[in-house]
């Protein structure tokens, strides 16, 4: 079982320091600096370790009325274990947000929920809403197929597929029909400038993609990602199987992307949800704990809970 670091200096409290204008819902926390050996206690964690639900710690700055992607109330099992309890949270357009959480606390199976691919998975069932730009996307009359092509999505271990870069690139609109060279090369060379790889590779588009590094076959497989103009981008830990360079190169990547694309990403690596991300959620055990801007996530979060987490204190 997870327990405090006792021998901890607690130098910051829970309601964080001079926050200028709006504030948090702050959950008092009873965090006692602790040097005789005590129990500290996590309140919201503890609650959650019950099997509770205690309402998260949303930050103000996460204004609904920008929130290309409303999660609200949202629940999914796997047969008969829960996995995502009561989730709420509105996801900004045109930012980069990133989930966070211990393993197994339910941040690939939420980002599955948005482009349904948890469908796949037998026994899987949802209560609650998710809307894309105000459209619910687990209504009856929702294509599968359509959906998922609003929403690209780039996983841990890069995928090429066995073909040349340039058919992986423009494999969504081969699919799509789109069968005009000029429409397919332009929007190949889009797509990999886009990704930050078209340097590199456009004297060989013709050249199989399994040729290409870890780091290059990742942007790759962002750029054919991104070649159908999504309306989101969903990475899960895209980051987590290429070495430090190539890392880099990605995070760069998407701070670049953001500016065009909304961006949601999960990642254990706590510097690079700083790096990279707006607004950052943590999750526990299937729970949202607190959610909000990046900043104050890492610098003033309201939560002990949070402030031990991203600072590598548990977890
Ligand atoms: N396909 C699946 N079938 C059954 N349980 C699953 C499946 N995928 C994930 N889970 C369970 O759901 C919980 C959340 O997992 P996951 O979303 O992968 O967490 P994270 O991405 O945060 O590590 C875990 O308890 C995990 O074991
Ligand atoms: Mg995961």
Sequence with gaps: MMSMDTDSPNSTTSSGSAQDTAQPVVRPVSYEPNRRGN??????????RRGETPAPTVHPEVDPSNAIINIEDFNLWYSETQAIHSVSMNISRGAVTALIGPSGCGKSTLLRSINRMNDLVEGVR?????GLNGSP???????????RKRLGMVFQKPNPFPMSIFENVVYPLRIDGERR???????CEKSLRAAAIWDEVKDRLKRSALGLSGGQQQRLCIARAIVADPEVLLLDEPCSALDPVATLKIEELISEISERYTVLIVTHNMQQAARVSDYTAFMYLGRLVEYGPTAKLFQTPALIETEHYVSGRFG
Excluded at 40 to 45: C, F, Q, R
Excluded at 126 to 130: A, M, N, R, T
């Design 39 to 48: 129990e500290a206690t996590y309140e919201v964690i503890e609650a959650i």
């Design 126 to 130: 949802v209560e609650g809403l998710i």
């Design 137 to 147: 996307i687990y209504a009856p009359s929702v294509d599968v197929i359509s959906l």
């Design 181 to 187: 060279k000029s429409v397919l090369e332009e929007a």
